[in-house]
T-cell receptor
Framework: KQEVTQIPAALSVPEGENLVLNCSFT??????LQWFRQDPGKGLTSLLL?????REQTSGRLNASLDKSSGRSTLYIAASQPGDSATYLC???????????FGSGTRLLVRP | EPEVTQTPSHQVTQMGQEVILRCVPI?????FYWYRQILGQKVEFLVS????????KSEIFDDQFSVERPDGSNFTLKIRSTKLEDSAMYFC?????????????FGQGTRLTVV
């Protein structure tokens, strides 16, 4: 059964710092991996989708990598800003129904 | 920009009552989903829907739950007799599969409170 784990559970950094969020999954047979942002009490905003054949994907200050064989993905946020404060969720797409299995998230606080 | 919309944003209901949560997926998408997030817990898959039928459902999605696409735009989740433990944020999502690699887009959620 696929399990998704995110480390750390919470992170507090000063503004301007570069940071890395980690995601690991137990079964490497995934179709793709998606990173989301969730603000408190709000919905999920898709940040990046990495297809199973890709190694990384970039959008603005965000860069996500995928190493399927080791069951790991990282989300790199460059030059963090207070507006980046949110919970970041990693999810893997596991089968032909395209359902997502989510991690617990990393709660990020960027201090001004 | 196209988006998934959900109504209502918040629903309070008494235990044992039926609730219907509504979603309008992105118009050209073919797959539709319901997920839920109990406060402080992971987002959990409930059900996926394709070609007017359920393609997969989780253990959570028991006989109390049902989904329907009553017309060309709406996608609904019905809970027949709500329990206290059904209190959660319910998210609708949709995707447009392309060669099995697809991005899922989520709505803002409906917060269901069962009292």
């Amino acid at each position: 059964k696929q399990e998704v784990t995110q480390i750390p559970a919470a992170l507090s950094v000063p503004e301007g710092e570069n940071l890395v969020l980690n995601c690991s999954f137990t079964d490497s047979a995934i179709y793709n991996l998606q990173w989301f942002r969730q603000d408190p009490g709000k919905g999920l905003t898709s940040l990046l989708l990495i297809q199973s054949s890709q190694r990384e994907q970039t959008s603005g200050r965000l860069n996500a990598s995928l190493d399927k064989s080791s069951g790991r993905s990282t989300l790199y946020i460059a030059a963090s800003q207070p507006g980046d404060s949110a919970t970041y969720l990693c999810a893997v797409n596991v089968d032909s129904s395209y359902k997502l299995i989510f991690g617990s998230g990393t709660r990020l606080l960027v201090r001004p | 920009e196209p988006e998934v919309t959900q109504t209502p944003s918040h629903q309070v209901t008494q235990m044992g009552q039926e609730v219907i949560l509504r979603c309008v997926p992105i118009s050209n998408h073919l797959y539709f989903y319901w997920y839920r997030q109990i406060l402080g817990q992971k987002v959990e898959f409930l059900v996926s829907f394709y070609n007017n039928e359920i393609s997969e459902k989780s253990e959570i999605f028991d006989d109390q739950f049902s989904v329907e696409r009553p017309d060309g735009s709406n996608f609904t989740l019905k809970i027949r007799s709500t329990k206290l433990e059904d209190s959660a944020m319910y998210f609708c999502a949709s995707s447009e599969p392309q060669e099995m690699n697809t991005e899922a887009f989520f709505g803002q959620g409906t917060r269901l409170t069962v009292v």
